[in-house]
């Protein structure tokens, strides 16, 4: 644990730089969708090769790639549901997750106006 923290948070902070820098390149939303499918593809490609390496997988697939894109975790979440035979699960947690995540959004939005 005492290792833990320290290479998600540098992880974390290395990747949450490479998607600013991405998104300001290309703009907003079209760099966000890149950085969601970049991230996505690149933990599917670590899922793989880093299969029992810990210290990585926190460096690299929690910390850089998380820091890049959260998208990423819930692309592999999805995809590790479907090969466990568990396609209407993932289908319902595509679904909540990302309607839910909408009303979130807009309710913030609501939320934070009328505290203006």
Same mark, same amino acid.
């Given at each position: 644990?005492?290792?833990?923290?320290?290479?998600?948070?540098?992880?974390?902070?290395?990747?949450?730089?490479?998607?600013?820098?991405?998104?300001?390149?290309? $703009?907003?939303?079209?760099?966000?969708?890149?950085?969601?499918?970049?991230?996505?593809?690149?933990?599917?490609?670590?899922?793989?090769?880093?299969?029992?390496?810990?210290?990585?997988?926190?460096?690299?697939?929690?910390?850089?790639?998380? $820091?890049?894109?959260?998208?990423?975790?819930?692309?592999?979440?999805?995809?590790?549901?479907?090969?466990?035979?568990?396609?209407?699960?993932?289908?319902?947690?595509?679904?909540?997750?990302?309607?839910?995540?909408?009303?979130?959004?807009?309710?913030?939005?609501?939320?934070?106006? $009328?505290?203006?």
């Amino acid at each position: 644990m005492s290792q833990t923290l320290p290479l998600i948070a540098l992880g974390g902070a290395i990747g949450s730089m490479l998607r600013y820098l991405m998104v300001a390149a290309i $703009g907003a939303p079209w760099g966000t969708a890149a950085v969601n499918v970049l991230g996505s593809f690149t933990i599917g490609v670590l899922f793989i090769l880093l299969d029992s390496r810990i210290a990585w997988q926190l460096f690299l697939m929690t910390g850089v790639i998380g $820091g890049f894109t959260t998208f990423s975790a819930f692309s592999l979440d999805t995809l590790k549901l479907i090969q466990q035979g568990q396609s209407l699960q993932a289908a319902a947690y595509v679904l909540a997750s990302v309607a839910l995540s909408l009303i979130a959004v807009a309710l913030g939005v609501a939320l934070a106006r $009328g505290l203006q």
